[in-house]
């Protein structure tokens, strides 16, 4: 037999959702057939077989939540692989299996059988009941979270006797809560709790550290738009024959990477052993979607036209909402662009994208009076703040970046050029 183990889709993925399978048992499969879709805290990815063979278990059920990477998920009948040995209790992962599943170790203690809810079976997985038999938690009483309200391990975990356990530790990585909503004087009841997905715990794990961990400073400038957007007038009626259109973005992320090539020390990470000096402008652009955000690159983005950027950008954007990139799209850039103008955001500062040594927050072009000698005047005017972490970026190497951006922005042929 041979085991399918939960894959690596990322060098920090540590867990996933078994979203889906494309076999049952029964099935052959072929090395290269897609099995699964699993759910990272930013994709969604399609897994391919890598061995031969007749599906013999579903281990692991569709739907799954915290599934840990190299833990079996199915089992291949194989001619030339002996029995997998079973592994025991303790190394097995918190995901929850089928009942049926025979992955636990054969001395574990028996979960006992699901009792029943008003006549009616209670559904939960075998961990959970036993979990809830150890503590003396009721499970009539519990709510399931699991697939089709299935109660699964983290439903009855640190509860006693049918209560939460006060002293129940926080999961490893995620933000410690001091105090309860009913400790804060919010009412049980008055609230709906939504269970954080991977996506929304891995935000929070790496905004928190970033914060906290970062020295970091911002700075503002305001930039004049209105020869850009002329520009850009002129540059989609030359591209509406090849049905691209460029945005005001696109034309950001075209400055920045410039910028950053103008400023080299700009385009840099802080590093214990010394700070990296990135070759290009891989530059992240942040798309909001369901549930969080994700920041797809541009790859050299130096080196790309205006054109080239528009293209690229609208199909990652497109991808990430609908959670198909693969991971080396939206890892490892070294500049990260977040514009909340559309939404009518005059100003704002971002947290730095770890290991990157800055990113540029960009606000809303909107009629502001300007001064022009002693006069004044009415002109588009777009405010961008960048926040720099101080090991790399400090203050003068910042300021001369946005030295370098502003008048790319407010003269844009001078990067067209």
Wanted: hydrophobic content about 45%.
């Amino acid at each position: 037999m041979t085991d399918i183990l939960m894959p690596a889709l990322s060098p920090t993925m540590e867990e996933g959702v078994l979203a889906k399978w494309h076999i049952k048992v029964g099935d052959t499969v072929s090395a290269g057939d897609v099995i699964a879709e699993i759910e990272t805290d930013k994709a969604t990815m399609e897994v391919e077989a890598v061995d031969e063979g007749e599906v013999l278990e579903i281990l692991v059920e569709a739907g799954t939540e915290g599934v840990k990477v190299n833990t079996p998920i199915a089992r291949l009948a194989g001619d030339d692989i002996a029995p997998a040995p079973k592994k025991a209790e303790a190394a097995k992962p918190e995901a929850e299996t089928k009942p049926e599943a025979k992955a636990e170790k054969a001395e574990a203690p028996k979960a006992p059988p699901a009792p029943a809810r008003d006549g009616e079976r209670i559904f939960a997985s075998p961990l959970a009941r036993r979990i809830a038999a150890q503590n003396g938690v009721d499970l009539k009483s519990v709510k399931g979270t699991g697939p089709h309200g299935r109660i699964v391990k983290r439903d009855v975990e640190g509860m006693k006797g049918g209560t939460a356990s006060a002293s129940s530790a926080p999961a490893k990585g995620e933000p410690r809560q001091v105090l309860s909503l009913e400790q804060q004087g919010i009412a049980p009841g008055s609230y709906d709790l939504v269970p954080l997905d991977g996506m929304r715990k891995a935000i929070a794990r790496r905004l928190t550290d970033s914060f906290r961990d970062v020295p970091h400073f911002p700075l503002t400038i305001d930039c004049e738009i209105d020869g850009l957007l002329a520009a850009r007038a002129q540059v989609n009626a030359l591209l509406e024959p090849q049905g691209v259109k460029v945005s005001v973005n696109d034309f950001i992320m075209k400055a920045v990477a410039m910028a950053l090539k103008a400023v080299p020390e700009a385009n840099a990470s802080y590093t214990p052993e010394g700070i990296a000096m990135h070759h290009h402008a891989d530059v992240a652009m942040a798309v909001a979607i369901d549930g969080g955000l994700i920041t797809p690159i541009i790859r050299k983005a130096e080196t790309k036209s205006l054109a080239e950027i528009a293209t690229e950008s609208r199909d990652l954007a497109k991808r990430a909402r609908d959670r198909k990139l693969k991971p080396e799209e939206f890892q490892g850039g070294t500049f990260s662009v977040s514009n909340l103008g559309m939404f009518g955001i005059k100003s704002f500062a971002s947290i730095i994208n770890e290991p990157q040594g800055a990113i540029m927050s960009v606000g809303a072009g909107e009629k502001r009076p300007v001064v022009r000698g002693d006069s004044l005047a009415v002109a588009t005017v777009m405010t961008v703040t960048l926040t720099c972490d101080h090991r790399v970026v400090d203050g003068a190497v910042g300021a001369r970046f946005l030295q370098a951006f502003k008048p790319m922005i407010e003269n844009p042929v001078t990067m067209l050029a």
